[in-house]
Nanobody, 119 residues
Framework: VQLQASGGGLVQAGDSLRLSCVAS????????IGWFRQAPGKEREFVAA????????YYGDSVKGRFTISRDNAKNTVFLQMNILKPEDTAVYYC?????????????WGQGTLVTVSS
């Protein structure tokens, strides 16, 4: 499975941004997709994940209530809607695919997209 993330950019605190992750290759719709982020000097952090059916979603504590993950299997695309962005959300965001959704996803990774939130 190949993953292509996009949608990052420079925004101000309080703004919204939507990231996209397009999956391609062999049966991408069979995989759960997750978002992770890594800020400079920090460890990679789990952000959100969604099962292949879209029936279950999971979120990291720092983004609950502000971020929403969704998927459109017809387009093999997963979205991460990020609202009320904070400077601490600044990071490179990566999407990942795995058979099981959650913080330990690791089978496939896309390249990152940079999100910068100014105060």
């Amino acid at each position: 499975v190949q993953l292509q993330a996009s949608g990052g950019g420079l925004v101000q605190a309080g703004d919204s941004l939507r990231l996209s992750c397009v999956a391609s290759g062999r049966s991408p719709g069979d995989y759960a997709i997750g978002w992770f982020r890594q800020a400079p000097g920090k460890e990679r952090e789990f952000v959100a994940a969604i099962t292949w059916s879209g029936s279950s979603t999971y979120y990291g504590d720092s983004v609950k209530g502000r971020f929403t993950i969704s998927r459109d299997n017809a387009k093999n695309t997963v979205f991460l809607q990020m609202n009320i962005l904070k400077p601490e959300d600044t990071a490179v965001y990566y999407c990942a695919a795995d058979r099981i959704a959650g913080p330990h996803m690791s089978d496939y990774w896309g390249q990152g997209t940079l999100v910068t939130v100014s105060s």
